[in-house]
């Protein structure tokens, strides 16, 4: 667990219980959230240019020069935005990055429009208010507020609003700038979505810094049939195989273990919980097989925290309702912990199968990075704001169970750190899910806390 006493050099008095920004930099930055949410850029149906040209428009507009805003990517639709404020470049400069894209969403799957922004009961609703647009407005909007107040940093702080990380592929943002414009955004570490503050009962628990995360495998189930008329069924049908397979897989799960990160973790959340889980989240990082199993059980989030995760997302087959299938196919998108390989996993899923008809191939690419170094710097800054704003709140180092762009920065030397100060309740995140939101005072909160946090990193004291 990381807590800190905050030093009087670090943070003006001032900052201790006033965690809203000043009202105009509060609009401000609810404004560009808004902007940003309505830009419909779903990564298969909508665009990204957009939103990096708009924001494009309101950097100008703050005084930023032509010269150090860049606009691009790798087709016309999926444009990246990078602008550069300028500092006194005495260290390398820091990476302050967000992705534009969003998971796609249907109106009829939600009970509100998904791309109209609103604000309802304490909440903004849309699609991307947690993920990842509420640090990509913020970014935007403490920019324009350091060049209004004149803010002399020691470095440069580059922002990067970037395409595809949802949908990766040959259109990922962050990718596309590594291999064409390295310049643009080499720093010495970046700031990026991937940790975030965890709520349980209402209350506080942990400001969470992402160092390291798993790694995605996507895999590719077929089976492959002759078919016939469904009016003389047999046993052997592809999807009845597919199915079998699928319903053994949903029973299996990969061991429990821990890693280095891991076992941090759950050391600081054994400090920060009560009664039963509190002894139990301490064996855990003892490696107490029992009580991982019990503490697995008890969170989807611990349980993935614990394990490669493997899980059905899309299914086809059949071609006719009156024939037989001849194929019957499913996705299984895999989360892996870093210490586990692509041949381990891909042997597990070939036990558990069981059926010689059923196929298995690795579906695209498979990135992996190592994990970021834990810099005291940027470890004891965040532990330092995190208490002064939220006292007894401890800043915990994790994996994050998901994958971000850090993968594509770390692996060239980058080092990348999730962190955001939103709060959100940890039973009831709703990333690429229905009525996706973001508490208001949450987001307002964020946006105080990345404004220091920024301040405090490339200034010194």
Known sequence: MLRFLVPPSLLAA????????????????????KELVESKSGYTTGATTPAAEAMAARLKAAGFPASDIFVGGAIPTKANLVVRYHGAGRRKPILLLAHTDVVEAKREDWSMDPFQFIEREGYFYGRGTGDDKAQAAVWIANLIRYKQEGFQPDRDLIVALTADEEGGGPYNGVEWLIKNKRG??????????????????????????????????????????????????????AIYHQAAALDRLSKFGFPLKTNEVTRAYFQAMSKSETGRVKDDLAKVAEGARDAMERVALASPSWNATLRTTCVATQIEG??????????????????VLPEDSVEYVQGALQKVLADDQVSLTIAGEVSRGPASPIREDVLKAVGRLTDTMWPGVPAVPIMVMGATDGLYLRAVGIPTYGVQGFFMDRDDIRFHGRDERMGVTSFFEGQ??????????SKTD
């Open 14 to 33: 001032c900052l201790v219980g006033q965690s809203m920004p000043p009202e105009p930099h509060r609009q401000l930055a609810r404004d560009i959230y």
């Open 184 to 237: 643009l955004i080499d720093a010495e570490f970046c700031l990026n979505e991937g940790g975030w503050g965890e709520i349980s009962g209402g209350r506080k628990i942990s400001n969470d810094i992402q160092v390291s995360e798993k790694y995605v495998i996507n895999f590719r189930l077929e089976v492959r049939n002759k078919g016939g008329h469904s009016s003389l069924p047999v046993s052997d049908n």
């Open 318 to 335: 059949g071609h006719a309702r009156n024939a037989l299938p001849q194929l019957a196919a499913a996705n299984v998108n895999c989360r």
């Open 448 to 457: 105080t806390f990345l404004y220091q946090l920024v301040k405090s990193l």
